[in-house]
């Protein structure tokens, strides 16, 4: 099975764009070109740019806040294979984890944020001991998603 989040990455950068040029062109109609009058719906015009100032903020940082990453998994081959990078407002480096199968020893799901920030740590045995790898933050996923990597997961997973 492989897949990717790239969609809802894709759906999240529009998102923001939008929001920047709804943001800029109300900046310019009210402050440049004065087309707006004041106060519109009996709010001043202070109160209309911290109103739009705030929700421009939470559409640009939700996705730093809930660590939001473009996530691609697969197990088609000998390896489990998870890339991953941050998707917020500035991408973040590519990272990869590739773990062979027969040494997979296991997952463990942590949630924060009232389970709004969900990310997932691997583990890996080797003669010496366990491995843990670096928590890949599976936020961004569709509840079907996590669903479809947590099957996955349980089928390499052999109890001990």
């Given at each position: 099975?492989?897949?990717?989040?790239?969609?809802?990455?894709?759906s999240?950068?529009?998102?923001?764009?939008?929001?920047?040029?709804?943001?800029?062109?109300?900046?310019?109609?009210?402050?440049?070109?004065?087309?707006?009058?004041?106060?519109?719906?009996?709010?001043?015009?202070?109160?209309?740019?911290?109103?739009?100032?705030?929700?421009?903020?939470?559409i640009?940082f939700?996705?730093?806040?809930?660590?939001?990453?473009?996530?691609?998994?697969?197990?088609?081959?000998?390896?489990?294979?998870?890339?991953?990078?941050?998707?917020?407002?500035?991408?973040?480096?590519?990272?990869?984890?590739?773990?062979?199968?027969?040494?997979?020893?296991?997952?463990?799901?942590?949630?924060?944020?009232?389970?709004?920030?969900?990310?997932?740590t691997?583990?890996?045995?080797?003669?010496?001991g366990?491995?843990?790898?670096?928590?890949?933050?599976?936020?961004?996923l569709?509840?079907?998603?996590?669903?479809?990597?947590?099957?996955?997961l349980?089928?390499?997973?052999?109890?001990?």
């Amino acid at each position: 099975m492989t897949f990717d989040n790239s969609k809802t990455i894709i759906s999240l950068r529009i998102k923001l764009f939008l929001a920047t040029i709804i943001f800029l062109a109300y900046v310019v109609l009210t402050y440049v070109a004065k087309l707006i009058n004041f106060p519109l719906l009996g709010i001043s015009d202070t109160a209309w740019t911290l109103i739009l100032v705030a929700i421009y903020l939470f559409i640009a940082f939700l996705p730093v806040i809930l660590s939001y990453q473009f996530v691609s998994y697969s197990d088609d081959s000998e390896k489990i294979v998870f890339r991953y990078f941050t998707a917020g407002i500035v991408g973040g480096r590519k990272n990869s984890i590739e773990i062979d199968k027969r040494s997979f020893s296991g997952y463990k799901i942590e949630s924060s944020l009232l389970g709004l920030k969900q990310k997932i740590t691997l583990f890996q045995r080797f003669n010496e001991g366990v491995a843990t790898y670096p928590p890949v933050y599976i936020s961004a996923l569709s509840r079907e998603e996590k669903s479809k990597i947590i099957k996955s997961l349980n089928l390499f997973t052999k109890p001990e």
